[in-house]
């Protein structure tokens, strides 16, 4: 079993930034993959980044360019830099990570961009 705690959810000013983290705990596994997704009020989870073991990143493109993905680092812990924080940004934010053959889900970290 793997556990996963989100935090570094916040409420901001649009263009400002925020640094949300992932980590993973349990015993004997490694991280094959690990996602980030996000919810709006009223919309379907959307997928935001993702980063594979070998360090490949993918990005949606409502987030390329302002976002950036980290490698899991020794302690099991990933992160996720947002930059340019804009009001659509505004969503619970949820970590998923791929170990010992399956999903991982977090319980999510609230973002909130807002003048």
């Known amino acids: 079993q793997v556990q996963l705690l989100e935090s570094g959810g916040d409420s901001v000013q649009p263009g400002g930034s925020l640094t949300l983290s992932c980590a993973a705990s349990?015993?004997?596994?490694?991280?094959?993959?690990m996602r980030w997704e996000r919810q709006a009020p009223g919309s379907q989870r959307e997928f935001v980044a993702s980063?594979?073991?070998?360090?490949?990143?993918h990005y949606a493109d409502s987030v390329r360019g302002r976002f950036t993905i980290s490698r899991v680092d020794a302690r099991n812990t990933g992160t996720l830099q947002m930059n340019s924080l804009i009001p659509d940004d505004t969503a619970v934010y949820y970590c998923?990570?791929?170990?010992?053959?399956?999903?991982?889900w977090g319980k999510g970290t609230q973002v909130t961009v807002s003048s």
């Open positions: 998923e990570v791929r170990a010992l053959g399956r999903d991982y």
């Open positions: 349990g015993s004997d596994f490694w991280i094959e993959r």
């Open positions: 980063i594979t073991a070998d360090g490949i990143r």
